[in-house]
């Protein structure tokens, strides 16, 4: 069973074009993020979902609007692409115990998105 | 200065040497560190977790966390040609409510 699936795993599309990933986790967990993983792999978060209240939300153009409709499912929908938005998002979750997170996140597989 | 600083490599080491990959943090209040593998094209996998000053072990991995130092390490004994990756250092500060902070990882290459 995969813990962590993204959909679509590849993505190419036109510049100016509105896009979504999918995103669901059956852990159980109770937080979900998006990352997005540049050309260098540098893993820079995007938002964050805990328990579908968005706790996380840093520098990231209003273009960019997650969605989570339950604690197992983080959408993400890009409005307007531009080249710059090419990269790897990644999904994932994780679960808190007493304010420490001990087990890290869980990946999903990421989606490459390609801005053409 | 970077939240998370790794050296970005590539380390190369031959077969059967032990890999040190080191990490420094900015934040000192951190409380939770990760080491993370990620194959290329993969997704990144947790190899090891630590929480206290000390080595922490599990099978060919040891941890090493140096809080006063802001210094966590990553040694990797016996190493194997599958072990050639990116190995991403991840540090969950005090503030920021369950986020992880990621390095930009080093590349690590074992040559047979």
């Known amino acids: 069973d995969t813990a962590v699936s993204q959909t679509p795993k590849y993505l190419v599309t036109q510049m100016g074009n ?20 540049d ?8 938002f964050s979902y805990n328990n579908k209240e968005l706790i996380i939300n840093e520098t990231v153009p209003n273009r960019f609007s997650p969605k989570s409709p339950d604690k197992a499912h983080l959408n993400l929908h890009i409005n307007s692409l531009e ?5 790897v998002y990644f999904c994932a979750s994780s679960q808190d115990r007493g ?12 989606t490459r998105l390609t801005v053409v | 200065q ?21 990490c420094t943090y900015s934040d000192r209040g ?12 993969k997704s990144p996998e947790l190899i090891m977790s630590i929480y206290s000053n000390g080595d922490k072990e599990d099978g060919r991995f040891t ?6 130092s802001q210094y966590v390490s990553l040694l990797i004994r ?18 920021g409510f369950q986020k992880l902070v990621f390095g930009t990882g080093t590349r690590l290459l074992v040559s047979p």
């Not at chain 2, 970077?2 to 080191?22: F, H, T």
């Open chain 2, 30 to 41: 951190s409380q939770s560190f990760f080491w993370y593998r990620q194959y290329s094209g």
């Open chain 2, 63 to 68: 941890a090493q966390l140096n809080k006063a």
């Open chain 1, 18 to 37: 509105d896009k979504s990933i999918k995103c669901e986790q059956n852990l159980g967990h109770d937080t979900m993020y998006w990352y997005k993983q």
């Open chain 1, 39 to 46: 050309s260098k792999k540098f893993l820079k978060i995007m």
């Open chain 1, 83 to 87: 080249l710059g938005d090419s990269a």
């Open chain 2, 78 to 95: 016996d190493s194997q040609p599958s072990d050639s990756a990116t190995y991403l250092c991840a540090v969950k500060g005090i503030t």
């Open chain 1, 99 to 110: 304010g420490q997170m001990y087990y890290g996140y869980t990946f999903g597989s990421g």
């Open chain 2, 2 to 22: 970077k939240e998370v600083e790794q050296n970005s490599g590539p380390l190369s080491v031959p077969e059967g040497a032990i890999a040190s990959l080191n």
